[in-house]
T-cell receptor, first 113, second 117 residues
Framework: NAGVMQNPRHLVRRRGQEARLRCSPMKGHSHVYWYRQLPEEGLKFMVYLQKENIIDESGMPKERFSAEFPKEGPSILRIQQVVRGDSAAYFC???????????FGPGTRLLVL | AQSVAQPEDQVNVAEGNPLTVKCTYSVSGNPYLFWYVQYPNRGLQFLLKYITGDNLVKGSYGFEAEFNKSQTSFHLKKPSALVSDSALYFCAVRDRYSGAGSYQLTFGKGTKLSVIP
C-alpha cells in the first residue's frame, strides 16, 4: 500500500511566481491535511479538506494561499506571488476519517529566491 | 487552545542505554497523543498513539510511551537505544471532543535525539 505521495519534493521559485504543491493521499483515505514547517519549528496546521470540500482553513494565510481536493486527482496547495517568508517545508497528511491517525508524506521543500 | 511542550531541544544517549524524550501537553478536553519521528529530509513517520485504555502504549521499532494524566505528560521511551534511532522526534496532541478543529494536530518543536556509538 503506497503511502502519502507529494510532488515535487523540492521547488525553487523567484519572488512573485506561483507555487503548486501536490498531494496524493494513501489509498482508501479521503481526508487530507496540509501543514507547514518553518525552520527550527514544529508543524503548523494550515487546512483540512475532504473530496471537493474545504472543511477547515483556519490555519491558512488569508491572502495568496488556496487549497483544493477535487473529485479526481491529487490535492493541490497553491501559493500565489510567493515571498521569501513562504520558504518552508510543506507536509501533507491523510487519514481514513477525522478521528483516525494522520499519515504524512515526505514533504515539499519550497525555497523562494 | 491546545499546546505541546518538548522541553529538550536535544537529547544525547549512548548506544544500548535507555532513552527518554519528554513531552507535556495542554488541552481543554481529553487528549489524543501521538509521537512521530522525522529523519533528515524525510516526512514524519508515525510511531505510536494514545487514545484510551492502558497508559503504557507500545509502538514501532521498540518505542513506547507512558500517558500520565495528572502530570499531563506523554514521554517517549526505549529500553535500549540504537544509532539508527538518531532523528528528530515530535510529540503531537489533539483534543478528542472539541468539535470543530478537533482533528488539528498541534505539534511540539521537536527534540533531536543523537545516539552515540
Amino acid at each position: 500500500n503506497a503511502g502519502v505521495m507529494q510532488n515535487p519534493r523540492h521547488l525553487v521559485r523567484r519572488r512573485g511566481q506561483e507555487a503548486r504543491l501536490r498531494c496524493s493521499p494513501m489509498k482508501g483515505h479521503s481526508h487530507v491535511y496540509w501543514y507547514r514547517q518553518l525552520p527550527e519549528e514544529g508543524l503548523k496546521f494550515m487546512v483540512y479538506l475532504q473530496k471537493e470540500n474545504i472543511i477547515d482553513e483556519s490555519g491558512m494565510p488569508k491572502e495568496r494561499f488556496s487549497a483544493e481536493f477535487p473529485k479526481e486527482g491529487p490535492s493541490i496547495l497553491r501559493i500565489q506571488q510567493v515571498v521569501r517568508g513562504d520558504s518552508a517545508a510543506y507536509f501533507c497528511a491523510s487519514s481514513s476519517g477525522d478521528e483516525e491517525t494522520q499519515y504524512f508524506g515526505p514533504g515539499t521543500r519550497l525555497l523562494v529566491l | 487552545a491546545q499546546s505541546v511542550a518538548q522541553p529538550e531541544d536535544q537529547v544525547n544517549v549512548a548506544e544500548g542505554n535507555p532513552l527518554t524524550v519528554k513531552c507535556t501537553y495542554s488541552v481543554s478536553g481529553n487528549p489524543y497523543l501521538f509521537w512521530y519521528v522525522q529523519y533528515p529530509n524525510r516526512g514524519l513517520q508515525f510511531l505510536l498513539k494514545y487514545i484510551t485504555g492502558d497508559n503504557l502504549v507500545k509502538g514501532s521499532y521498540g518505542f513506547e510511551a507512558e500517558f500520565n494524566k495528572s502530570q499531563t505528560s506523554f514521554h517517549l521511551k526505549k529500553p535500549s537505544a540504537l544509532v539508527s534511532d538518531s532523528a528528530l522526534y515530535f510529540c503531537a496532541v489533539r483534543d478528542r471532543y472539541s468539535g470543530a478543529g478537533s482533528y488539528q494536530l498541534t505539534f511540539g518543536k521537536g527534540t533531536k535525539l543523537s545516539v552515540i556509538p
